[in-house]
């Protein structure tokens, strides 16, 4: 049925309820879930911890915009909410492109009237030692990680700041704190993301909108497809729960960020790691 809808639009974006539900009493029985009426945008939803953020958000009762470069994926993850009895769209955007994201919160704002939630969480690596490193190498991860964080929180804050509320949550990593081997653009696009949160929250915040980061220590998530299992299980190793994360783990951070028990967390850069910095 997406398929079709994707084919109709021509442009991989469309909405997976495909049952007449709205989304304030969202019809799926989450009317009490903590997240019940919220509009949230999840970018990077195709896989990974955006999916299990776009899943979670879902059952937790929020209409969700599940957006990834990817349009299948995005078409895949607002399907499998709509499944699991929420009320969800998908987007093909790329967080590079402003045109994509505008065509995208023109869309939810016409169909949904508002933006609650906008959840920050695309992001890729590509690792080299500095002596190693491409520019093309520090500018792309720059473009997508940091550039991408920027473009999309732009596209929607003006929404935002006309409701007086919203939420802007981004996915940082413990790499923006203690920097990484290897890791010279990631841990300048994470460490720049924690400098826009904490800008946002000082600018944003009698505005009604609060900003925080979340820094994962390691997930499991094909993005950590290219590290060797050897250096995997030495990782495990060094962290005191014993092994990594799952991205449900990380995906119930951002939905207790988004809700409004977390109503006066701002400009927060919280550490999900599993103790693995200490
Ligand atoms: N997995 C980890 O160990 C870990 C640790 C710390 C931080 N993080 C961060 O969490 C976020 C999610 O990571 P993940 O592990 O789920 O990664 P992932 O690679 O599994 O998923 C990333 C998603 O982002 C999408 N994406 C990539 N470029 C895009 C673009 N230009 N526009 C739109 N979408 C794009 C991809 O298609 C993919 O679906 C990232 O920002 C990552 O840096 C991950």
């Not at 929420?86 to 949904?112: C, H, W």
């Not at 081997?181 to 009604?208: C, D």
Request: charged content about 20%; aromatic content about 6%.
């Amino acid at each position: 049925m997406a398929e079709k809808r994707r084919n109709g639009s021509g442009n991989g974006n469309g909405d997976a309820s495909g049952n007449g539900r709205g989304h304030n009493g969202n019809g799926n029985g989450h009317s009490s879930a903590r997240l019940a009426g919220k509009v949230a945008i999840i970018t990077g939803a195709g896989r990974g911890i955006g999916y299990a953020t776009a899943l979670k958000f879902g059952r937790e009762g929020a209409t969700v915009v599940a957006c990834d470069i990817n349009a299948d994926q995005a078409q895949q993850a607002a399907r499998d909410v709509a499944e699991a009895g929420g009320e969800a769209m998908g987007f093909q955007i790329d967080v590079r492109d402003p045109n994509s994201l505008a065509t995208m919160v023109d869309a939810v704002v016409k169909r949904y009237g508002r933006i609650d939630c906008l959840v920050n969480n695309a992001g890729i690596v590509q690792d080299s030692t500095l002596k190693n490193m491409t520019e093309e190498q520090f500018d792309s991860v720059i473009e997508i990680n940091l550039k991408g964080v920027y473009n999309c929180t732009k596209a929607v804050v003006d929404v935002m700041l006309k409701q007086s509320s919203g939420v802007i949550l981004n996915a940082s990593s413990i790499v923006g704190i203690y920097g990484n081997f290897g890791q010279t653009n990631y841990a300048a696009s994470k460490f720049g993301v924690i400098g826009m949160v904490k800008t946002w929250a000082r600018e944003l915040g009698r505005k009604g909108i609060r900003a925080n980061a979340v820094c994962p220590g390691f997930v499991s998530t094909p993005i950590l497809g290219k590290i060797p299992e050897k250096v995997l299980k030495a990782l495990e190793e060094r962290v005191p729960l014993g092994r990594l994360a799952h991205p449900e783990e990380i995906a119930n951070i951002f939905a207790f960020l988004a809700s409004d028990e977390a109503s006066y967390i701002n400009g927060a850069v919280i550490e999900v790691s599993g103790g693995l910095t200490l």
